[in-house]
């Protein structure tokens, strides 16, 4: 018999009052087991709708929906903490093997959390990003501003794995869990994942129209979320600069000396203007190792403040939910 595998959808909620019923109502129809395009089974086990204190009135969506739905659980917030915060509370309180987190607006279909299930099990990936086949519905000086984005984190981050990043993802459960347990405030999820999880696929949709409200960003709280991707992408601008540093000290040293030998050689007429060149160069070059240093420490400190863990223990993926998947290079 098939394992029926058990999916817990996580949706922050921020001004979702008049898109989140529909969403929700699209999700239960996936509490009832159903089968996936690749004969998977699986059944959505929770909602969890988490409250982050919008301006609207979700909270009063949110309860009337966990009256009319069982499965249905709110989270409720003390205060708003923002997207990446109120999905990782939502990681952390749910139970299932897997996670489905999407967004209120009603973009993301549901229909796709089937395929998205069967490319984790075909790639035996513990994380698969939706890749969206049409262009985002932001218009197109957003969508370019992303893209670029994302770009940048690319040459950022090890591995270059920005360009995944989407809110519609499938998580191995416990491996969501881990992350939540593990990630500092104001870390970006996605680069929080990347710590855990090397296993990533990706599954194409197609996006849908936002519902009819106003978005819950602007430019400068985008520009706000790009630079914190910056920060916690990792520390290659951190490198950068200890590398820097060694070079330009180097570099100071074998000018200093090749103006000492131009001086001794008669090539410098100006008196005193070598031995304060010299002086400028190898004092210089010593401030640049020095920051160069002091980079390098940083680095060990950002990644400790962000929670980067030095190791995560999980339970073997033999006897988990990716256990239906054969193995590479073996036939089922």
Known sequence: MSLTHTVSVVIPVYRGAETLPEVVSEVVDLAEPFVTPNG??????????????????????I???????????PIWLSRNFGQHAATLAGLASSG?????????????????IGPMLDTALRERAALVYARPTN???????????????????????????ARQFNSFRLILGE???????????????????????????????????EGERPSGYNYRSLMSHFWRMV????????RAVSICGAL????????????????LAGGVPVQGWTSLMAAVLVCSGAIMLTLGVIAEYLGVSVNMAMGKPLYVIVSDPANGPLRESPLPGRPE
Do not use: F
């Open 175 to 209: 491996y969501g869990r881990s992350v939540s347990a593990y990630a500092a405030n104001g870390v970006y999820l996605d680069v929080a994942l990347s710590w855990v999880i090397s296993d990533v696929a990706t599954c194409p949709v197609e996006l849908r129209e």
């Open 40 to 61: 998977h089974q699986g059944r959505i086990t929770e909602i969890l709708l988490v409250h982050d204190h919008g301006p609207d009135t979700s909270d009063l969506a």
């Open 231 to 238: 920060l916690t992408g990792g520390t290659r601008l951190l």
């Open 96 to 112: 299932s093997d897997w996670i489905v987190t999407m967004d209120e607006d009603g973009q993301h279909d549901p229909a796709y």
């Open 63 to 73: 309860r009337q929906l966990a009256a009319k739905y069982d499965i249905v659980r």
């Open 135 to 161: 262009a985002a519905p932001h218009g197109p000086l957003r969508n370019l501003t992303s893209r670029g984005s994302k770009v940048v984190i690319d040459r950022l981050m090890p591995g270059g794995s």
């Open 248 to 263: 330009l000290a180097a570099s100071g040293i074998v000018l200093a000396v090749m103006l000492v030998v131009a001086r």
